[in-house]
């Protein structure tokens, strides 16, 4: 095994670890807020109780980020390596879940994401699709650094990735307020979501494609030998 593969193996280890605590806790928490069982409306809990989640949750994401830069030799090796630590540790936290109270019933069911800067709400599948993305595109992308091609992407292609992410948080935050007042939280914004998507896996596509290219250019360019 390559120092790669053992240390992507560490980190791997190390986001099932973290969802197993992040998820004990969401177990302890739905038993005080949600005896019977999580529902919509959400629950407003108290303040200083909502301060510490937020603080929680923000203290995970400084958790899986640091991991990644002390495994990360260099800049890319560090945002992939936390690509893929979040995306383990985002599956496998509803995994865990489901091991501890048989929850989500389905990937339809509805959740609260996240916290900051205001509620994320929507169906399981849809973070679930995101972290499938991240892991997937960040494996492809180290193998490629691993045949010896540079990772390089235009500022183009980076902001058509920024939009895509900026429009799937949207689908998941743009109808939060609602989540606190029906028994059912509004029909999911699937077609915003869906483009968010789109962007992101067509910068990716884009991108590689482009790297391909240059890979193969001075080759072709190349004048025979003798």
Known sequence: MTATGRRLCWLTTYAIAMAYLESAVVVYLRAIYYPAGFTFPIVIIPPAMAGIEIGREAATLIMLAGV??????????????????????????????????????????WDILFLIPVPWVG????????????????????????RGIQLEFPASLWLLAVAGGLLVLLSFMIDYREAFTGPEPPPFRWGLFGLGVGFGLAALALGVNRMRRAEVRPASTASPGP
């Open 68 to 109: 990644a830069a002390l495994a990360g030799g260099d800049r890319w090796e560090r945002f992939l390596f936390f690509c893929i630590t979040f995306g383990v540790w985002d599956i496998f936290y509803y995994v865990w879940l489901k091991v501890f109270l048989g929850w989500p019933e389905s990937l339809q069911t």
């Open 123 to 146: 169906p399981v599948l849809a973070p679930v699709i995101v972290s499938v993305g991240l892991i997937g595109g960040a494996l492809g992308l180290l193998q490629l650094r691993g």
